[in-house]
DNA sequence: AAAGCGTGGCC
DNA sequence: TGGCCAAGCTT
């Protein structure tokens, strides 16, 4: 949970996470819908699946490994997360290397590669090696990352708090802000997409999204981008009928949600579509173009199933007005 | 190697 | 507001 999420943040799903999950076997056995669900609104959902292949593999195997190449090769488990855990957790003497650390080691040994890139990672490598205290490398590293979050930050650090101000280099030098080096930025590219709430017989249609790629296995309403010169209402008939065969209009607006991403940012359109032809009785059958599952739903339905934020965020806007549920 | 993968907070 | 960023990993 803590890969690329602030640990306040990670630390309130967790907390629900593992009263749920308690151990590797519960985890293991776990409904993978449920585990997502736990997962919803938390982004990189492949986290949550690799997190399950790994108590899977553990649980199988009745221990957890003791060793740092052990723990590396779980699924999800890259080189931060293997060295945290078997320093932290394990009491191992390996280094645990997150942004944090990073930002800090930058600062005080002054180096000047772009930290993301192969050459400053591996500056940082060799610097966290050679100043890891054997025996100690777990409060080590947690007090890096510690000092990283609360003193060394991103913007505005505290160096007048620091307690290791004197020994830092790029203090000396006057060039704080300038350490880590940033490789160049890419601008966000803003879209429009069209969403459509298709409801048939007073029940909504939802489908659920391909495995791999974004929002694997989320479920979600169908939509797409609004093509240049397209009104968004067209582009939400437009893309449902592209993404199920479904021939349908736009019964009414349901307002405009804005939604960052990293590198998009999205406004999406929202319109509750009806049949096109409302004498034809029972419910229409998609074609599938874009999700391997579609099922219909009742508003209340929605809340058990796991929505990427942009579309919980219309379900809640749907639940708070109710003039059309 | 570089891009894809989420989301919300912060300034 | 818009750009940056977070206890990174996978392909």
Redesign the pocket.
């Known amino acids: ?11 309130v799903y967790f907390q629900r996470f593992v009263a749920r999950f308690p151990d590797f076997s519960s985890l293991a056995d776990a409904d993978p819908d449920q585990v997502l669900k736990l997962w ?8 949550a699946r ?1 997190l399950q292949a790994a108590a899977k593999i553990i649980a199988g195997r009745g221990v957890f490994p003791d060793t740092l190449e052990g723990i ?1 090769a ?11 855990v078997a320093a ?1 957790a394990l009491g191992l003497d390996h280094a ?8 800090v080691l930058s600062r005080s040994h002054d180096i000047d590669a772009p930290i ?3 050459q400053g990672r591996e500056r940082v490598r060799e610097l966290a090696a050679a100043l890891l205290p054997p025996g100690r490398a777990g409060d080590f ?2 007090a ?3 000092l ?2 609360v003193v060394c ?4 650090p505290a160096c007048g708090l620091c307690p290791v101000a004197d020994l830092c280099q790029a203090r000396h030098l006057g060039i704080v802000a300038e350490r ?1 080096v ?7 590219e ?1 879209i429009t997409v069209a969403t459509a709430v298709f409801r048939c017989q007073g029940l909504i249609f939802i489908q659920r999204r391909r495995p ?5 296995n ?1 479920w979600e309403f169908p939509g797409g981008r609004v093509e240049a010169g397209e009104a968004p209402e067209d582009a939400a008939v437009r893309e449902l009928s592209e993404e199920t065969g479904f021939s349908a209009r736009v019964e009414a607006p349901l307002g405009v949600i ?8 999205v406004t999406l359109h929202c319109y509750l579509l009806a049949p096109a032809d409302p004498t034809l009785p029972g419910l229409p059958f998609p074609v599938l173009t874009a999700a391997v599952e579609s099922r219909w739903a009742s508003l209340a339905d929605l809340d058990g199933l796991a ?7 219309l379900i809640d806007s749907l639940r708070a007005d109710l003039r059309f549920f």
């Open positions: 949970m803590l890969q690329q999420t602030q640990a306040a943040r990670a630390a919803e609104g938390l982004g990189y959902y492949s986290r690799n590396a779980l699924p999800g488990v890259g080189p931060y997360t293997a060295g945290a932290l645990a290397v997150d942004a944090n650390v990073e930002r993301k890139e192969r590293f947690q890096l990352m510690e990283g979050e930050r991103p913007k505005n880590p940033r490789a160049k930025g890419k601008s966000i803003l791999g790629g974004a929002w694997g989320l804005r939604h960052g991403y990293t590198t998009y940012r929505f990427p934020a942009g579309h919980r965020k």
